[in-house]
């Protein structure tokens, strides 16, 4: 069974009644279910982007803003998402979230990132940039750069909406 990274864009007022359903139902059930056009897919993706971040020497300012993308904060409390049987990421680490307001510094600064520089400093073969990367990413059909590239876009564009429309960003495993 493959573990992804989950990303969900929801209103403050959806993970209230999120919290507030958990909290008065006999076995916790939040009845989590965020519209399909409000999640995101990023795949096995993260740890790939942060790794060419490294290896390209993104500053620090947007290698935090990248993590804190794929990665959350825990100040917003999500706990109540954890709770058996109804955990939304059984697999992976306790689900966690990011504020509107957050979502909205990381999106300015995903928008200062250029994935097209920071996959420059990779060899042009895939192979090789991928035993580069590491984390598998030499066994990735179609080469590293295409599939990050997507991701990366896939995930600014995910985080430009959220800011736009003020919500939060919920991130867990699954």
Excluded at 142 to 161: I, M, Q, V
Aim: glycine share 8%.
């Amino acid at each position: 069974m493959a573990v992804t990274q989950q990303l969900a864009r929801v209103p403050v007022e959806y993970l209230a009644a999120c919290r507030r359903s958990a909290a008065t139902s006999a076995d916790g059930d939040p009845h989590w279910d965020p519209p399909s056009a409000d999640v995101l897919d990023l795949d096995w993706a993260p740890p790939l982007l942060q790794r060419v971040g490294d290896l390209a020497g993104l500053d620090s300012i947007r290698m935090d803003a990248l993590r804190r993308a794929t990665d959350g904060d825990t100040a917003v409390d999500v706990g109540f998402l954890d709770t058996h049987p109804h955990e939304i990421g059984p697999f992976g680490p306790t689900p966690t979230a990011l504020s509107a307001a957050q979502v909205a510094d990381v999106a300015e600064l995903l928008g200062r990132i250029d994935i097209s520089a920071l996959l420059a400093v990779l060899p042009a073969d895939g192979r090789q940039a991928g035993s580069l990367i590491g984390h598998g990413a030499d066994q990735i059909i179609g080469g590293p750069k295409e599939y990050l590239t997507k991701h990366f876009n896939a995930l600014r564009e995910f985080y430009f909406d959220a800011a736009r429309q003020q919500l939060l960003i919920v991130l867990w495993c699954d």
